[in-house]
């Protein structure tokens, strides 16, 4: 006997989006450096994705992934740098290798999905 309900809908899967071109404008994200923390410091990517790195401080700063050798130069106040996401599905801690900035405060956390 057929039934009325409904096909199940798998969740979660969104086809080709993401893929390259996928979406205009799309996969882009900033990071802004200043003394001394990120803002934010909580990032969510997906691999393929661009980030923008904004020294918004007075003293020179990175972004370096701290496992992965993913990383601008040292930006002086006012620079910025475009990075791109290559790297696999995970949780990063990114930090600025600069004297004591991640002793001060500078690291975070990036998640690939």
């Known amino acids: 006997e057929p039934t009325t309900e409904p096909a199940a809908i798998p969740t979660g899967t969104t086809g080709?989006?993401?893929?390259?071109?996928?979406?205009?404008?799309?996969?882009?994200?900033s990071v802004s450096m200043t003394e001394f923390e990120f803002d934010p410091s909580d990032?969510?990517?997906?691999?393929?994705?661009?980030?923008?790195v904004t020294n918004?401080?007075?003293v020179p700063h990175n972004f370096t992934v701290t496992d992965d050798g993913l990383a601008t130069e040292d930006?002086?106040?006012?620079?910025s740098e475009e990075l791109t996401?290559?790297?696999?599905?995970g949780?990063?801690?990114f930090i600025?290798?600069?004297?004591?900035?991640?002793?001060?405060?500078?690291?975070?956390?990036?998640?690939?999905?």
């Not at 080709?16 to 994200?29: I, P, Q, V």
């Open 16 to 29: 080709a989006t993401g893929e390259d071109g996928g979406g205009g404008g799309a996969g882009a994200s």
């Open 56 to 58: 918004d401080g007075q």
């Open 91 to 93: 949780e990063y801690e």
């Open 96 to 113: 600025c290798t600069i004297a004591d900035h991640e002793a001060q405060g500078m690291t975070g956390t990036m998640t690939v999905e």
């Open 85 to 89: 996401v290559d790297l696999a599905p």
């Open 75 to 79: 930006l002086e106040g006012g620079a």
């Open 43 to 52: 990032l969510t990517v997906s691999e393929g994705d661009t980030i923008e």
